[in-house]
């Protein structure tokens, strides 16, 4: 899922940033002139594209994992049950790896937004992502090695997909789509109230 929420980041980088280095931004704000009905709606596409190529994205994963994984030795009688979205874990993850990529999606359209140039844009939201992975590396402290996985966008929302050792996780599933759901809201509030207070 981080190499697909990599290419969504570019797409969505570049096409903001391409809107307004070629102006078109300007034509968009004059056929509507109401900035936060043009982030709506904006936003609104994304989020139903994303979910479509999601939804696919998943769903292929869950079915080359059904047939990949028996001939590797995770079988019923090795103690692995065969992958299937029956299982209620395996469906919470499964459509929680397709919000995570929505709210990927979005947390970047909003930083995209009020920030209007892609390299900047996709420095931004990687530091988001990755700064504090990072530095949990470089901290032996767990309780601070703990709090930074609790405030990290991508290590709160990832925990979505896990469907073992819950009680061992510093948040639960829901909780850290939760997380991350929260950064994308502020991205896009962000974002939306620097397109109101600025010039295209």
Request: hydrophobic letters at 55%; a positive charge.
């Amino acid at each position: 899922m981080a190499g697909t929420a990599w290419l969504l980041l570019a797409v969505i980088a570049l096409t903001v940033s391409g809107e307004y280095s070629s102006g078109m931004i300007r034509t968009t704000l004059t056929a509507m002139p109401r900035r936060a009905t043009v982030l709506a709606a904006k936003a609104a596409i994304l989020t139903g594209v994303t979910l479509a190529a999601g939804t696919i994205a998943v769903l292929a994963s869950v079915l080359a994992g059904r047939l990949i994984l028996p001939g590797n030795g995770f079988t019923p009688t090795h103690g692995y049950p065969l992958l299937s979205l029956a299982d209620a874990p395996t469906l919470r993850a499964s459509v929680g790896s397709v919000l995570y990529l929505a709210l990927i999606a979005l947390l970047s359209f909003g930083v995209a937004v009020a920030v209007r140039e892609s390299a900047t844009a996709i420095g931004g939201v990687l530091g988001l992502l990755y700064l504090c992975p990072l530095m949990n590396h470089l901290i032996s402290d767990p309780d601070t090695q703990r709090l930074l996985f609790q405030l990290s966008p991508m290590n709160a929302g990832l925990a979505i997909q896990a469907t073992t050792h819950l009680s061992h996780l510093p948040l639960s599933p829901r909780a850290g789509l939760g997380v991350l759901a929260a950064w994308a809201a502020t991205a896009l509030l962000g974002g939306g109230l620097l397109l109101r207070l600025r010039d295209a």
